[in-house]
Every structure is written in C-alpha cells, then in structure tokens.
C-alpha cells in the first residue's frame, strides 16, 4: 500500500458542486501539504498544515478550504467548483527539515485528478 | 512573487551524454534548502537530491549533481549519462526555514533521445 494515498484519483464534476479531497498517510508525519499541478505553472500551494491544529494558507487557497481531522487525514474542499479548478490535485507530507538529518523532503500521493464541467 | 525560475520548459539530451536543468531562486532567508524532483509520465513525484544552503559541498546523488552556486542564487541539476528513462519533467523547489512551506518552479521536460 501506498504511503500516501489519495481518494479519489479521478473525479469529474459540474461546475457549483461540493468536491472533497482526501488525503491519508502511514508515515507518521506532522506535515501535511496539497498542491495542484496545471502544465506550465509546476506545483502551487494551496494550504498546508504542521500539526492537527495548524492550517496556513498558501500561494492560491482562494476557493479552497481544508481540514486536518487527524495526524494522519488531510483533505481538501472545493466549496463549489468552476472550471478553471480543473488540475491534477497533489497531497504530500514531510518529516520537516533536518530531524535526523533528512533533508525533510516531500512524499506525495498519487494525485487526484479533477474535471470541472 | 515567484521565488523558484527555471527558464528551460524543454531540454533534449542525447542517451549517455550529461545535460544540465537550470534553476534559480531568491530568498533573503540565509538558511534555506533546494530540492529537484523528477515526475515522469506515469505522474508520480520523486524527490532526486537535496541542497541545504550552508552545505559548503554540492550535493551528489548517483547520475545527479547540483551545481550549488550560493552568490549567484542557483541550484542546477546535471544529470550525467543520461539515459532513455531520464525523460520526465524536472521541478526545482525550495524551502525557506522562516516560512516551512515548500515552493515549486514550472519545471524543465527533458527527453532523451536514442
């Protein structure tokens, strides 16, 4: 099983649909992040979370929200969707920097890929 | 503001030759560290090789070096005796210690050509 593992993979959608994300991980990581990926623009920060009670914002939350029910659960929400949401959605999660002396690099899920019509 | 550039969308290298992805970033955060990642086809991310910014080497992983130049703000990635499953898109990132969170450049796709 997957590390990481994100639910759905594919989801197509109308446009003003609630769509949730979910995000889970077994590697017992504090640090939780979900990105979206959309060709030529690389990965952007949509929210990220350090602990169950840590939420921050980062370079597109706009439209998005999320919830860290547990150390290990992460997901995203898309309130009501448009078109322009339409991307492949990224969950990762990190050690942090330099606990025993990783490098706290990202481990990512699968991703999920969302339409909206 | 974009923190991470890299200019290459495309780069072709040809099989067991070295080629070089280009990535500059800025930060006035002295403690930092750079990160290249490989995503092939398939699309699953996999993280290559790590560069802190006080580490007074460059860092080597395998086939994959970073041409860390602290002055200039760039952390290039040479991939060495490139082969066919080299081809991907490669994204730099990086990592601010004041901020934690992790951003990302557009990304380089190489192709290696037979």
């Known amino acids: 099983d997957a590390d990481v593992t994100q639910t759905p993979r594919n989801r197509i959608t109308k446009t003003g649909k609630r769509i949730m994300l979910e995000c889970s991980q077994t590697k017992g990581h504090d640090r939780m992040y979900w990105y979206r990926q959309d060709p030529g623009l690389g990965l952007q920060l949509i929210y990220y979370s350090f602990d169950v009670k840590d939420i921050n914002k980062g370079e597109i939350s706009d439209g998005y929200s999320v919830s860290r029910q547990a150390q290990a659960k992460f997901s995203l929400s898309l309130e009501s969707a448009i078109p322009n949401q339409t991307a492949l959605y990224f969950c990762?999660?990190?050690?942090?920097?330099?606990?025993?002396?990783?490098?706290?690099?990202?481990?990512f899920g699968e991703g999920s890929r969302l339409t909206v019509l | 503001a974009q923190k991470i550039t890299q200019t290459q969308p495309g780069m072709f290298v040809q099989e067991k030759e070295a080629v070089t992805l280009d990535c500059t970033y800025d930060t006035s955060d002295p403690s930092y560290g750079l990160f290249w990642y490989k995503q092939p086809s398939s699309g699953e991310m996999i993280f290559l090789i790590y560069?802190?910014?006080?580490?007074?080497q460059n860092a080597t992983e395998g086939r994959y070096s970073l041409n860390f130049q602290k002055a200039r703000k760039s952390a290039n990635l040479v991939i060495s005796a490139s082969q066919l499953g080299d081809s991907a898109m490669y994204f730099c990132?990086?990592?601010?210690?004041?901020?934690?969170?992790?951003?990302f450049g557009a990304g380089t796709r190489l192709t290696v050509k037979p």
């Open positions: 560069q802190g910014s006080y580490d007074q």
């Open positions: 990132a990086m990592r601010e210690t004041n901020n934690n969170d992790m951003r």
């Open positions: 990762a999660t990190s050690d942090g920097p330099g606990t025993g002396g990783n490098a706290g690099e990202l481990f």
